[in-house]
């Protein structure tokens, strides 16, 4: 089965390398790349490690040129509006192309067309890198949770900001913590979005789009983030026997699904006080097996190529491609 990328950053460069070690097993061919450096095609299959040229390529052009079954769309994201990936997985499913993302941005801003496009246009749209990296919570949904209602949801899903909390726990200040984070390389392109909340609201309105057809934006998200949070303020609750996480949540009433996203104080067994930057935690509340939990610990970018890789198995297995 033939693949083409949108996007070439470090979850691009940790599947190449995944394939070509899992070639034998599974032989996927990535075919081409183009990023805003510009593009690399070959219907043989491109290294892992590419030469980019033709800086004037668009996204379009490439489709239209580019061999391929499955588009793997891996771009930045943009949490107001999921642009321009939304636009990228558009043009993919335009094309007849299977389309797999670990980029968050448009299952939180446009979930809906774009499981209604790729219904309409007969291909598979996956995407369960978005929140856990390589943690299975929608496939954990799909397979082993059939017929089970999701109530509500509630998940530390940040890891930047846990090591942002941790660092102000040791008493460091807000700005070392998130230099941390980006010596660790999980801060995102502009950790505002982390620290701020971005992050997790998109994520929120990720899960609930998905497991509670809840329709909603990342821009819906009632979000406040961890600044006005001080080294002082943490170690006076950490006396108490308190712990601070941003939490987000997802809840089912009268009114549709409300979410939000709010450094909550926490008791520190509570099992979303974490107590480690690097482990994730999402709860979800059903109506037929109670709460359901799953956590990841240590995750990075080859987690998170993991979950890009286990979708493009998933297509396979549906098309029969491989």
């Known amino acids: 089965m033939r693949l083409a990328l949108i996007g070439y950053g470090n979850v691009a460069r940790a599947l190449a ?29 491109i290294p892992p490690d590419p030469v980019f040229v033709g800086t004037g390529c668009t996204v379009e052009a490439f489709l239209d040129e580019c061999p391929c079954e499955v588009v793997v769309e891996l771009t930045t994201l943009n949490p107001v509006d999921g642009e321009p ?8 499913m335009d094309r007849g192309k299977h389309v797999v993302t670990a980029n968050k941005g ?30 299975p919570v929608f496939n954990l949904m799909r397979h082993t949770l059939a017929g089970v209602k999701v109530l509500g949801i509630a998940g530390v899903l940040n890891s930047t ?11 460091l200040p807000f700005e070392e913590g998130v230099a941390e984070a980006r010596r660790l390389g999980i801060a995102e392109a502009d950790p505002w979005y982390d620290v701020e909340g971005w992050d997790s609201a998109c994520k929120a309105a990720a899960l ?18 961890i600044t006005r949070l001080t080294p002082e303020r943490l170690a006076e609750l950490e006396a108490k026997g308190k712990r601070v996480a941003l939490v987000s949540r997802a809840h089912r009433g009268r009114e549709g699904v409300k979410l939000r996203v709010r450094a909550e104080v926490l008791e520190r067994d509570d099992v979303l006080a974490g107590g480690n930057g690097r482990r994730s935690v999402l709860v979800l509340e059903t109506d037929l097996m109670g709460q359901v939990g799953v956590f990841s610990v240590g995750s990075q970018v080859e987690q998170t190529a993991y979950g890009v890789y286990a979708d493009l198995l998933e297509v396979a297995r549906i098309s029969g491609g491989v």
């Not at 070509?20 to 690399?40: D, I, L, M, N, S």
């Not at 790729?118 to 995407?127: C, D, K, P, S, Y």
């Not at 900001?161 to 008493?171: D, K, Y």
């Open 208 to 225: 609930a789009n998905v497991l509670m057809d809840a329709g909603v934006t990342p821009g819906e998200v009632d979000r406040k983030g």
């Open 85 to 92: 990936a939304v636009s990228h997985i558009r043009a993919a």
């Open 161 to 171: 900001s846990q090591i942002v909390l941790g660092a102000m726990l040791r008493g």
């Open 106 to 135: 448009p299952v939180a801003c446009a979930y809906r067309e774009l499981r209604e496009k790729a219904a309409a246009r007969g291909v598979q749209f996956l995407h369960e890198a978005v929140v856990m990296d390589g943690t």
């Open 17 to 45: 390398h995944l394939l070509k070690q899992k070639r034998g097993e599974h032989p996927f061919v990535v075919t081409g790349a183009v990023t805003r450096r510009g593009y690399v095609m070959d219907p043989a299959g």
